[in-house]
């Protein structure tokens, strides 16, 4: 089993910002793709920004230019640093790992919540 555990949620002002973490601790043969996803009241979950094993990353539009996801493969952690926060931001953040080489499965954490007030 894998535990996917985030941190660094909370609340801040317009224009500030947040760093999120998510560590993946258990039974880890090697983390693929890990994300960062989030759900605001009555919205669906969306896709928030993505990093391959290789550190290739992809952003959702909504984020670009603000929010910069990393990840250290040694810690099996991943990041997302969170800046010029909006109140459209607000939501849960869940971190997503996919795990496994012959058969990877989707893990996800319980999820942060970030408020950004106005």
């Known amino acids: 089993q894998v535990q996917l555990v985030e941190s660094g949620g909370g609340l801040v002002q317009a224009g500030g910002s947040l760093r999120l973490s998510c560590a993946a601790s258990?039974?880890?043969?090697?983390?693929?793709?890990m994300s960062w996803y989030r759900q605001a009241p009555g919205k669906e979950r969306e896709l928030v920004a993505g990093?391959?094993?290789?550190?290739?990353?992809n952003y959702a539009d909504s984020v670009k230019g603000r929010f910069t996801i990393s990840r250290d493969n040694a810690k099996n952690t991943v990041y997302l640093q969170m800046n010029s926060l909006k109140p459209e931001d607000t939501a849960i953040y869940y971190c997503?790992?996919?795990?496994?080489?012959?058969?990877?499965?989707?893990?996800w954490g319980q999820g942060t919540q970030v408020t950004v007030s106005s």
């Open positions: 997503n790992a996919i795990v496994g080489q012959l058969v990877p499965r989707p893990y």
């Open positions: 258990g039974t880890i043969q090697v983390i693929n793709t």
């Open positions: 990093i391959t094993r290789g550190g290739i990353t």
